[in-house]
């Protein structure tokens, strides 16, 4: 355990470390600001301006974050590391670490935006308010971001080419993303709290939402434990 945890320091630290990442972080947060101007916050609820934030950074995160993490969870996949790969139990290691940086990756890159929401709903609608608008975040972004984590793991392993495997994931999250909703939709990426679905019936309720991020993390896991099988 100890030298997984170092290994996951270290593996973290190679992620912040790349500036690549933080070019992403800083596009979510600009389109998110210009996305949802100042000037109309007087017009919404906390609960409504953290959601808009969030489900427009899960947009971009579905799609953008999917080039990040391939590129790093295929690092180590070249031929030059095949003395790493011939070790017992390293290919589940690896896949394991690799996953669990993506998320705590994601979430690392996303702190400039959740910041900033922050602070500008504690200004605008009282901190009270802004503190009960934070599961938000938790329960529209981080099941899905899950979820293409574990798409990109399994793909990853099996094309091994980041252009091929990120063009191929990229295209399909597009198309989900631009359906409309319906039985072969349900793994849709930004729901709103008013949604529908012909598979559970959708509505206003949160408790059909939480349903729904449960069955991410259901798919999350079966995706990587095929992952698991292939390594």
């Not at 391939?70 to 290919?91: D, I, M, Q, V, Y």
């Not at 959740?114 to 308010?129: P, Q, R």
């Amino acid at each position: 355990m100890k030298i997984f945890l170092r290994s996951f320091t270290a593996q973290w630290k190679l992620f912040v470390r790349d500036k690549v990442n933080w070019l992403f972080s800083l596009l979510v947060l600009v389109v998110a600001l210009v996305t949802n101007p100042i000037s109309e916050l007087p017009e919404t609820t906390a609960l409504g301006y953290i959601e808009n934030i969030a489900r427009i950074t899960g947009y971009i995160a579905s799609l953008l974050f999917v080039i990040l993490y391939l590129r790093f969870f295929l690092s180590e996949t070249a031929k030059g590391h095949n003395h790493l790969w011939s070790r017992n139990a390293f290919g589940d290691d690896y896949l394991l670490l690799k996953a669990g940086i993506g998320i705590v990756g994601f979430l690392t890159l996303i702190v400039p935006t959740v910041f900033v929401t922050f602070v500008l709903s504690i200004a605008f609608f009282g901190i009270a308010n802004a503190l009960s608008a934070i599961w938000v975040w938790l329960l529209i972004l981080l099941p899905p971001i899950c979820f293409v984590i574990g798409l990109c793991s399994l793909i990853g392993l099996l094309i091994n080419h980041i252009l091929i495997a990120s063009g191929l994931i990229i295209i399909y999250l597009g198309f989900v993303l631009t359906r409309s909703v319906n039985l072969g939709n349900l793994l849709i990426f930004m729901p709103s709290l008013q949604m529908n679905s012909a598979l559970i019936g959708f509505g206003p309720e949160t408790e059909m939402l939480i349903y729904q991020r449960l069955f991410y993390v259901c798919v999350t896991l079966v995706l990587l434990t095929i992952a698991v099988f292939i390594t």
